[in-house]
Nanobody
Framework: QVQLVESGGGLVQAGGSLRLACAASGRTSSSYAMGWFRQAPGKERDFVSAINWSGGSTVYADSVKGRFTISRDNAKNTVYLQMNSLKPEDTAVYYC?????????????????WGQGTQVTVSS
């Protein structure tokens, strides 16, 4: 089993920045791809970003491209999501996920482990 714990969420004004972190523990593997998803109230969980096992390949949802940056530190078993130029529509619970394969995926059904989520609220 792999445990994922997100941190770094909070309340920020529009235009501000937050950095989310996801710490992995348990039977972790640096060969796992990692992803971030988000879910706003009353909406489905949406893909935000993903990174492959080495950090050499990243993908982003169009809605966050150019504003968010995903990265990972395999020595620390941690993945990050730097969020800049935040908008009220970015308000959601953000979830970290791990995939037992090295390549990235857009779909939540390809991920095997999930964190509990961290709330991000962007005020206008």
């Amino acid at each position: 089993q792999v445990q994922l714990v997100e941190s770094g969420g909070g309340l920020v004004q529009a235009g501000g920045s937050l950095r989310l972190a996801c710490a992995a523990s348990g039977r972790t593997s640096s060969s796992y791809a990692m992803g971030w998803f988000r879910q706003a109230p009353g909406k489905e969980r949406d893909f935000v970003s993903a990174i492959n096992w080495s950090g050499g390949s990243t993908v982003y949802a169009d809605s966050v491209k150019g504003r968010f940056t995903i990265s990972r530190d395999n020595a620390k078993n941690t993945v990050y999501l730097q969020m800049n130029s935040l908008k009220p529509e970015d308000t959601a619970v953000y979830y970290c996920a791990a995939r037992r394969r090295p390549g990235t995926s857009w779909t939540q059904y390809d991920y095997d482990y999930w964190g509990q989520g961290t709330q991000v609220t962007v005020s206008s």
